[in-house]
């Protein structure tokens, strides 16, 4: 069955320091690959996918098949980017997200 | 357009009993998704309707169950709860399916005593 692992629970960042939140899948075919974000008393909602190859609020994530990651970055973290983030991948057509479980990022000021 | 409701937003039963949530998603979108979200476990995928139909369906027990109107609006139904059904529950909207942007609800918080 298909997986997706993020290794951090939380992370902890200075603001204006890099960030890198980590996703790791398994599946040998080619995937979708998603980030969803949740902020404080907000929905979950989507961040960013990988075919869409855009930059949303500074974040990119680069799809790397041989190494089955995704992982998001940001160069300088800002307060509001403090959020709870999910990786997620689906492997076509009307197939159901699988989600992984959560990297809560946390910037300090 | 307003986004997806959910309701009841809080729920509190005890075992043995059943529940019904509902979710009406946002006007035009066909397919509704149910997610269960828990600490340990993260986001859950339960089932996702399209037009009236379960289109795919998760790994849960038979105890949970789903339907959908012909206005798109969904429910979701756990019989006999345990504790162990104690979550968030998500709802999530989409024009067409999976392969669009779904759109989500903000949830029902259900505990189970």
């Known amino acids: 069955a298909q997986r997706v692992t993020q290794p951090e629970k939380l992370l902890s960042v200075f603001k204006g320091a890099p960030v890198e939140l980590k996703c790791n899948y398994s599946?040998?075919?080619?995937?979708?690959l998603f980030w969803y974000v949740q902020y404080s008393r907000q929905r979950l909602q989507l961040l960013l996918r990988?075919?869409s190859r855009e930059s949303i609020k500074g974040f990119t994530a680069d799809l790397n098949k041989g190494e089955t990651s995704f992982h998001l970055k940001k160069p300088f973290a800002q307060e509001e980017d403090s959020a709870m983030y999910y990786c997620?991948?689906?492997?076509?057509?009307?197939?159901?997200?699988?989600f992984g479980k959560g990297t809560r990022l946390s910037v300090i000021a | 357009k307003a986004g997806v409701t959910q309701t009841p937003r809080y729920l509190i039963k005890t075992r043995g009993q059943q529940v019904t949530l509902s979710c009406s998603p946002i006007?035009?979108?066909?397919?509704v998704s149910w997610y269960q979200q828990t600490p340990g476990q993260g986001l859950q995928f339960l089932f996702e309707?399209?037009?009236?139909?379960?289109?795919n369906k998760g790994n849960f027990p038979g105890r949970f169950s789903g339907r959908q109107f012909s206005n798109s609006r969904s429910e979701m139904n756990v019989s006999t709860l345990e504790l162990g059904d104690s979550a968030l529950y998500l709802c999530?909207?989409?024009?067409?399916?999976?392969?669009?942007?779904?759109?989500f609800g903000p949830g029902t918080r259900l505990t189970v005593l």
């Open positions: 999530a909207s989409s024009p067409q399916g999976t392969y669009n942007e779904q759109f």
């Open positions: 006007s035009g979108h066909r397919s």
């Open positions: 309707y399209f037009s009236e139909t379960q289109r």
């Open positions: 990988h075919i």
């Open positions: 599946y040998s075919g080619s995937p979708e």
């Open positions: 997620a991948l689906k492997i076509g057509g009307n197939t159901p997200l699988v």
